[in-house]
Structures are given as structure tokens and as C-alpha cells.
T-cell receptor, first 116, second 117 residues
Framework: DTAVSQTPKYLVTQMGNDKSIKCEQN?????MYWYKQDSKKFLKIMFS???????INETVPNRFSPKSPDKAHLNLHINSLELGDSAVYFC???????????????FGPGTRLTVT | AQTVTQSQPEMSVQEAETVTLSCTYD???????LFWYKQPPSRQMILVIR??????QNATENRFSVNFQKAAKSFSLKISDSQLGDTAMYFC??????????????FGKGTRLSVIA
């Protein structure tokens, strides 16, 4: 019973290609996120969606485009891949705090993207 | 903007001993959450412990406890009776508490903990 799943777990591709990473959560959460973990292990928010609506869009190249077809899915599409895009990308989700007292983000297993 | 600082890039501890990981943060918010996440070599992000800023009592979860000093903006993690399975990267994280919806986590740069047999 995977709570937050991502596909694929590993992705190796060449510069200039376009690729997508899919994320699904079966927790009924309202908010989903994409984080990027660089080679030094630093984690930083990229996007946040609440009920399919973009809430946060940090300073990310417009080659990165998130898409949320429904509340349970948040996909990440990357155009014209560059060497610097190599990283681990994590999807996460959380319940709307208004309905829940505590606040926790559940993370997917991550997708290691390698651009050659 | 919120920032989270972990001043210890690497630490090691003998099995069964106690270790404390440091974290400080900077924010102008008064309502927020603080977290410690563990990332073992499998790279899965695992929530270790959570603290609500409005609660004065320090959170504990089995062998894990925190020392939350709100005025000093300090949030350290103590691991007692360290086990080999505790070997991992540990991230301190902050999220401010807003009226509705959720906010993303702001992470520190992590502390790599090695538990030695």
C-alpha cells in the first residue's frame, strides 16, 4: 500500500531530451509538492499544488512544467534537459491543515535523474 | 524568508551511545512547525519527529527527542541508544503554519550521521 509513488525511480537521458516524472498519492491529501535534491543533498521546493491549483512556483527554469490532472496526481515535465538538471526529484503530499491538527509531508521514493 | 542551519556536516557515534544533532533557524513567524527527517542510503525521506512551535513540551518518539528552544530558535535532535540502522542523513526542516492550506518545507543542508559498531 504505497502512500506516495513515483515513476520511474531512475531515469538516464541525454541533453536536449524531454522527460516526465509521474507522482501519485493515495492518501486523499489536498496538497502536493515537487522538491529537488542536488548532488550535495540539499533539498529545495520547486512547486506546490493545492487541489490541482498551482500555489507555489519557486525560481525554477520554465523548462520545468508541473501538471496536476487531478488531486491525486502531480507530474513533472522537463523540456530540453541540461546537465545541471541531474538530481533526485521528490514528490510529497500533505493534508490540508484546516481539517487536521498535525502537519506532516509524506514523501515518495524519489526519482534519480541523470543527464548525460 | 526562513532559513535553517545545520552546523555539523558529519558526525559519528558509537553504537548504544547518545548523540545530539544541532539545528538553528531564522524566522519572523510565530506559528510554525519543526521537523527532523532521516534519509538512509535507500534515499527514502522518513519523518523522525515533529514539534509544533506553540507547544512548550519537547517532542519525543521512542529513542528520539528534541530540545526546542523557541527564544534561541534552536531545535536539536537527541538520539539515545544509537543503533546501526540510525546511520543516515538527517535533515532539520521548517514550515510556517498558515490559516488554511499547507506550506512547503524549508530544509537545512543535513548532517551525515554514522553509527559505528
Amino acid at each position: 500500500d504505497t502512500a506516495v509513488s513515483q515513476t520511474p525511480k531512475y531515469l538516464v537521458t541525454q541533453m536536449g531530451n524531454d522527460k516526465s516524472i509521474k507522482c501519485e498519492q493515495n492518501l486523499g491529501h489536498d496538497t502536493m509538492y515537487w522538491y529537488k535534491q542536488d548532488s550535495k543533498k540539499f533539498l529545495k521546493i520547486m512547486f506546490s499544488y493545492n487541489n490541482k491549483e498551482l500555489i507555489i512556483n519557486e525560481t525554477v527554469p520554465n523548462r520545468f512544467s508541473p501538471k496536476s490532472p487531478d488531486k491525486a496526481h502531480l507530474n513533472l515535465h522537463i523540456n530540453s534537459l541540461e546537465l545541471g538538471d541531474s538530481a533526485v526529484y521528490f514528490c510529497a503530499s500533505s493534508q490540508d491543515r484546516v481539517r487536521g491538527e498535525s502537519y506532516e509531508q509524506y514523501f515518495g521514493p524519489g526519482t534519480r535523474l541523470t543527464v548525460t | 524568508a526562513q532559513t535553517v542551519t545545520q552546523s555539523q556536516p558529519e558526525m559519528s557515534v558509537q553504537e548504544a551511545e547518545t548523540v545530539t544533532l544541532s539545528c538553528t533557524y531564522d524566522t519572523s513567524e510565530s506559528n510554525y512547525y519543526l521537523f527532523w527527517y532521516k534519509q538512509p542510503p535507500s534515499r527514502q525521506m522518513i519523518l523522525v519527529i515533529r514539534q509544533e512551535a506553540y507547544k512548550q513540551q519537547n517532542a519525543t518518539e521512542n529513542r528520539f527527542s528534541v530540545n526546542f528552544q523557541k527564544a534561541a530558535k534552536s531545535f536539536s535532535l537527541k538520539i539515545s541508544d544509537s543503533q546501526l540502522g540510525d546511520t543516515a542523513m538527517y535533515f532539520c526542516a521548517f514550515a510556517y503554519r498558515q490559516y488554511s492550506g499547507n506550506t512547503p518545507l524549508v530544509f537545512g543542508k543535513g548532517t551525515r550521521l554514522s553509527v559505528i559498531a
